[in-house]
């Protein structure tokens, strides 16, 4: 496995390398060495996050940790990631160098269960141009976290939404 590092306001430092190395190569047995996996460890103020991706054949796995420390946050990322492997593998299995032995997971205790949301509505609606200001507006007045429009000024289909900070987010779709 290839692994980067990025160090944001903290320094990783040798030892915790090693370690994140050590603890992260045992998820090698779900996809082989193809596999890179991206670091990232930051300091805001007293607390402490790590970011752990892993990327193979196309496939994303993604945990984020905020703790005291990081040598604990990696320790709460790997199950983490390890959960989404297991899912990815029901959906994919083909993807995977060999079958997952459930009764030797890496970092969790059990195979976790995974339920399937049903979609329980429907909706349609047509797409009228509007600008990103108006599209602002209707989203708060019909009180919903997203709200799909044609954009007036690009032709293409957005998606406004709020972020969990309050903020608002906006996702353009290239079709």
Known sequence: MKFEFVERNYDIGDRLKEIIEKKVSKLER????????????KQENKTYKLELTIINKGLLYRAEVIGENMFENID????????????QYEKKRDLF???????????????????IDEIIKKKSFDLV?????DAKYFMEAVDHKFYVFLNA???KINILYKRDDAKLGLIECNY
């Open 30 to 41: 779900y996809f082989g060495a193809g596999a890179t996996a991206k670091v990232v460890c």
């Open 76 to 87: 709460f990322a790997l199950p983490k990631i390890e959960r989404q492997i297991i899912k």
């Open 97 to 115: 160098r060999n079958p997952i032995d459930y009764s030797d997971l890496a970092f969790l205790d059990e195979k976790p269960t995974f339920e």
């Open 129 to 133: 141009p509007i600008t990103v200001e």
């Open 153 to 155: 000024e690009t032709g």
